[in-house]
């Protein structure tokens, strides 16, 4: 079972455009929703994480907003370049679990010249 | 050092070999995870090791056995592997994974083995 759900699968996004994820949750129990993005031929890195208490973080051109009452949460890139093409991986921790991640089904991001 | 380091890179074997993958970190991470991932697919969660101790086994074959000989050290012994167990095989480590944290526990991950299974 899908705990979460992402989309889209692919995304292709103009140089200098927004690119904007989104991945829905079910789990109440999830308390740190944490982005990660991926090259090919490399393990996922951190790109940004937020609580649920928030409803809004940024970090350069990376921002979440969350919507808690909607269990919703979405990434957004602004200004993206073709630097960012990568897949990108929402992720939702249980706060009971041990530092668990349940994974997103992943976004292919290509950013075009 | 924020790295953590895996090897060998690639992997190639039968399905009558033994191998074992290899990870490391230096950053005093007392937790430690292994993950397959799939083309195109989310990494998926196969052991966890919390202060040297298997904390958690996601119900992986016993072909797939992990070690861990020392809080630096992660290791996966691979035996009687079968054609579909090819994937990229991920180790991350986090400072620690135990519940209730106020702030997030970073996983972070190496750059994965690939294994073919032939």
């Known amino acids: 079972q899908q705990q979460v759900k992402q989309s889209p699968q692919s995304l292709i996004v103009q140089k200098g455009g927004i690119s904007i994820i989104n991945c829905a949750y079910e789990n109440t129990a999830f308390d740190y929703f944490p982005w990660y993005q991926q090259f090919p031929g490399k393990g996922p890195a951190l790109l940004i994480a937020?609580?649920?208490?928030?409803s809004e973080k940024k970090e350069g051109r990376f921002t979440i907003s969350f919507n808690k009452s909607a269990k919703q949460f979405s990434l957004h890139i602004m200004d993206s370049q073709p630097g960012d093409s990568a897949t990108y991986f929402c992720a939702a921790r249980r706060d009971n679990a041990g530092n668990m991640l349940t994974f997103g089904g992943g976004t292919r991001l290509m950013v075009k010249p | 050092d924020t790295e953590v380091t895996q090897t060998p890179k690639h992997l190639v074997m039968g399905m009558t070999n033994k191998k074992s993958l290899k990870c490391e970190q230096h950053m005093g991470h007392r937790a430690m995870y292994w993950y397959k991932q799939k083309a195109k697919k989310p990494p998926e969660l196969m052991f966890v090791y919390s202060y040297e101790k298997l904390s958690i086994n996601e119900s992986v074959p016993s072909r797939f056995s992990p070690e861990c000989p020392n809080s630096s050290l992660l290791n996966l012994h691979l035996h009687a592997l079968q054609p579909e167990d090819s994937a990229l095989y991920l180790c991350?480590?986090?400072?620690?994974?135990?519940?209730?944290?106020?702030?997030?526990?970073?996983?972070?991950f190496g750059p994965g083995t690939r294994l073919t299974v032939l």
């Open positions: 937020i609580r649920p208490d928030v």
């Open positions: 991350a480590s986090s400072q620690d994974n135990l519940a209730g944290a106020q702030s997030y526990n970073e996983q972070f």
